[in-house]
């Protein structure tokens, strides 16, 4: 997703909310950097993940990584936010 927040949107929409056993999801990383609104992004997926255990998962790429977090923009992000 790379911090794109419509297209987090875009596949809720198309595919519908999480349900246990017919709509489960696999987001594999790069949930953040490169795209303006990646904490809302990270806090969208982590709060699905919480709210629909078991439908919602979530495999850390490497931009989950201190080092590309902070080179692609994602801890400047954070810091101007919050």
């Not at 987090?8 to 999801?25: E, V």
């Not at 969208?44 to 923009?73: D, Q, T, W």
């Amino acid at each position: 997703l790379h911090g794109q927040y419509c297209e987090l949107m875009t596949i809720l929409s198309l595919c519908g909310m999480p349900r246990l056993g017919s709509n489960m999801f696999l987001f594999n990383g790069d949930f953040v950097d490169r795209g303006d609104r990646s904490v809302e992004v990270a806090l969208a997926l982590l709060a699905m993940s919480v709210i629909f255990p078991g439908c919602v998962h979530l495999n850390r790429g490497n931009h989950e990584f201190h080092s590309m977090s902070k080179h692609y923009g994602f801890e400047d992000e954070v810091l101007q936010k919050y």
